[in-house]
């Protein structure tokens, strides 16, 4: 962390290091285990969401990021999903971040 760096700022990073790590998972021929990343004080942490299914898992890491019972500065939840272009299904990476003053964040600060 830059000293005086902003927390959005912050977040873009977690988010570009977490979309590093999942294309590399990808790349690997993986199944791509949703996943956050959080920041608190500067220590970043990479927590792998584990369920009974993928819906489960990301299910949790949203109700993690709404909650925020581990009082972190910022969230970025990271799973596979599909989107529709000219009619067409394709593969996709979703990134919704969080960050947070003061306790819990009803709505991301981004989705991608």
Same mark, same amino acid.
């Given at each position: =962390?830059?000293?005086?760096?902003? %927390?959005? #700022?912050? !977040? !873009? #990073?977690?988010? $570009?290091? $977490?979309?590093?790590?999942?294309?590399?998972?990808?790349?690997?021929?993986?199944?791509?285990?949703?996943?956050? %990343?959080?920041? *608190?004080? &500067?220590?970043?942490?990479?927590?792998?969401?584990?369920?009974?299914?993928?819906?489960?898992?990301?299910?949790? &890491? *949203?109700?993690?990021? #709404?909650?925020?019972?581990?009082? =972190?500065? !910022?969230?970025? !939840?990271?799973?596979? $999903?599909?989107?529709? %272009?000219?009619?067409?299904?394709?593969?996709?990476? %979703?990134?919704? &971040?969080?960050?947070?003053?003061? $306790?819990?964040?009803?709505?991301?600060?981004?989705?991608?």
């Amino acid at each position: =962390m830059t000293q005086g760096e902003g %927390i959005f #700022r912050r !977040l !873009l #990073r977690a988010a $570009g290091f $977490g979309v590093a790590h999942a294309v590399w998972c990808i790349g690997d021929d993986e199944v791509l285990v949703p996943f956050l %990343i959080q920041e *608190r004080e &500067g220590a970043r942490q990479l927590i792998c969401l584990e369920s009974e299914n993928l819906e489960a898992c990301v299910a949790d &890491g *949203r109700r993690r990021q #709404r909650e925020n019972a581990d009082c =972190m500065e !910022l969230s970025v !939840l990271f799973c596979d $999903g599909y989107v529709t %272009i000219a009619g067409a299904e394709s593969d996709a990476l %979703i990134v919704e &971040g969080f960050e947070y003053e003061g $306790g819990a964040a009803d709505a991301p600060a981004f989705s991608l």
